[in-house]
């Protein structure tokens, strides 16, 4: 193959395609091109734009990041209740808004990271 799994890792943490390394993936900060601007692979699986693998990574970096903390504080009488409910939920909210064109690509690099043969790069070469 000519691109390996931490290859495709690397790319994909940088928010870059995991076929070509270019920068092409993003239409917006919510949306993914259909295909990359730099090499023209397929990106976009879902009619609507969005991969729903995004959700389950921001609720369990969510938890992590925000949830634990608050928890903890909240059990220690370090903030109230009512306050780590706010933050807890204001909390996640922006932390998931702010990842999610990294998140994004997490899932891309999952997907591939399991199968990199689907990588065009990587088919071209088989077929050579």
Same mark, same amino acid.
């Given at each position: 193959?000519? %691109?390996?799994? !931490?290859? $495709?890792?690397?790319?994909? *943490?940088?928010?870059?395609?995991?076929?070509?390394?270019?920068? #092409?993936?993003?239409?917006?900060?919510?949306?993914?091109?259909?295909?990359?601007?730099?090499?023209?692979?397929?990106?976009?699986?879902?009619?609507?734009?969005?991969?729903?693998?995004?959700?389950?990574?921001?609720?369990?970096?969510? %938890?992590?990041? !925000?949830? $634990?903390?608050?928890?903890? *504080?909240?059990?220690?009488?370090?903030?109230?209740?009512?306050? #780590?409910?706010?933050?807890?939920?204001?909390?996640?909210?922006?932390?998931?808004?702010?990842?999610?064109?990294?998140?994004?690509?997490?899932?891309?690099?999952?997907?591939?990271?399991?199968?990199?043969?689907?990588?065009?790069?990587?088919?071209?070469d088989a077929k050579d």
């Open positions: 193959m000519k %691109i390996e799994r !931490v290859e $495709i890792i690397t790319r994909s *943490l940088s928010g870059r395609c995991p076929n070509c390394g270019g920068f #092409g993936m993003f239409k917006n900060w919510f949306r993914l091109n259909k295909r990359c601007t730099d090499c023209d692979m397929q990106l976009e699986k879902e009619e609507s734009g969005f991969y729903f693998g995004t959700t389950s990574i921001g609720y369990v970096l969510a %938890i992590i990041i !925000v949830i $634990i903390p608050i928890c903890i *504080l909240a059990v220690l009488d370090k903030i109230g209740m009512w306050t #780590g409910v706010t933050i807890g939920i204001v909390g996640s909210i922006l932390l998931c808004v702010l990842l999610y064109p990294l998140l994004l690509s997490w899932v891309i690099m999952s997907y591939f990271v399991v199968c990199p043969q689907e990588l065009p790069e990587n088919t071209t």
